[in-house]
C-alpha cells in the first residue's frame, strides 16, 4: 500500500511556502494532507509561517514581536518570484484544507504556553474537529500538553531529526513518529508499528528515496514533490 503524501508547506513550485497560494494549489492536487508551520502573533492570532521572522524588502521583523495587523500586509521576500505574496491568516489555511477535503497536518513552532494550546485545540475542534486534524511538533512539551489536554480524540506526530532519544517519550503519549528519513531505519519503524503507531517521513522529494521508504512499509511521506500519482 502507497504511504499516504502530505504536501509540504503547500505546493510551493510556483508560490512561496505556507502562503494561501500555495495551499490552494495544494488543495488542487490528490494529496492526503497540507503541511503548515504555525507562530502566535504579538496580540495572540495564529499565522501560517515557517520561520520566527519575516523577511519583508530585506528586514527581518519577528513574529512574537508584532500584531496580526502589522503583519498581514507585509510582502514576504521569496525566490519563487511570487508576486504580493503575504502571510497566510492559519484560520484561511483550515478553510482551503476544509474545501479542499485535505487533511491539515499543523506543525507548531516553538512551545507555546498551555492555555494557548487549548485555546488552539479548542478553536480547531469548533471549525474543523479535532478528528480531521494532526498536530506535530518537535518539542516534546507541547505535543505531551495536547496528550493531557485532549486525550485519545488528538492525533499527534512527534517530529525527530537526529535526537532518537526522544523515541521513548513519543511512544509513551502515544504519538505516531513524524522522523527524517536520513535517521529513520527498520528496526525504528517495526517499534512504532508493533505498538500500532504510524510513521511518517521527512522531507521525500527523490524517487530513489520514495521507493526505498515504500518498500520499508511507511505510513506518510511529506514531500515537496509527490502526490499520491507518485
Not at 510556483?14 to 495551499?23: I, P, S
Not at 511512544?171 to 517495526?190: A, G, H, P, Q
Request: negative net charge; hydrophobic residues 35%.
Amino acid at each position: 500500500m502507497k504511504p499516504l503524501a502530505i504536501a509540504h508547506r503547500g505546493y510551493h513550485e510556483k508560490y512561496f511556502e505556507n502562503t494561501k497560494e500555495a495551499f490552494i494549489e495544494a488543495g488542487k492536487m490528490d494529496f492526503y494532507g497540507i503541511e503548515t508551520d504555525i507562530h502566535l502573533t504579538k496580540d495572540l492570532v495564529w499565522i501560517a509561517h515557517h520561520n520566527d521572522d519575516i523577511i519583508s524588502g530585506g528586514k527581518n521583523y519577528f513574529i512574537k514581536d508584532l500584531t496580526y495587523e502589522q503583519i498581514k500586509d507585509m510582502k514576504l521576500d521569496n525566490e519563487q518570484g511570487h508576486d504580493n505574496a503575504t502571510v497566510c491568516l492559519f484560520d484561511d489555511y483550515l478553510d482551503i484544507c476544509k474545501q479542499s477535503g485535505k487533511r491539515p497536518i499543523i506543525e507548531i513552532k516553538n512551545s507555546p504556553k498551555w492555555k494557548y494550546l487549548k485555546k488552539l485545540g479548542k478553536h480547531v475542534d469548533e471549525i474543523i474537529g479535532l478528528d480531521n486534524v494532526t498536530f506535530i511538533g518537535f518539542y516534546p512539551w507541547p505535543m505531551g500538553k495536547l496528550r493531557l489536554s485532549f486525550k485519545k480524540r488528538i492525533h499527534l506526530q512527534h517530529l525527530i531529526e537526529e535526537h532518537t532519544e526522544l523515541l521513548g517519550y513519543a511512544r509513551l503519549f502515544k504519538m505516531d513518529l513524524d522522523i527524517s528519513y536520513k535517521v529513520l531505519t527498520e528496526k525504528i519503524l517495526n517499534k512504532f508499528h508493533k505498538k500500532h503507531l504510524k510513521v511518517n517521513v521527512w522531507t521525500i522529494d527523490e524517487e530513489e528515496i520514495l521507493r526505498k521508504m515504500e518498500d520499508m512499509g511507511v505510513d506518510y511521506i511529506t514531500t515537496n514533490t509527490f502526490d499520491q500519482n507518485q
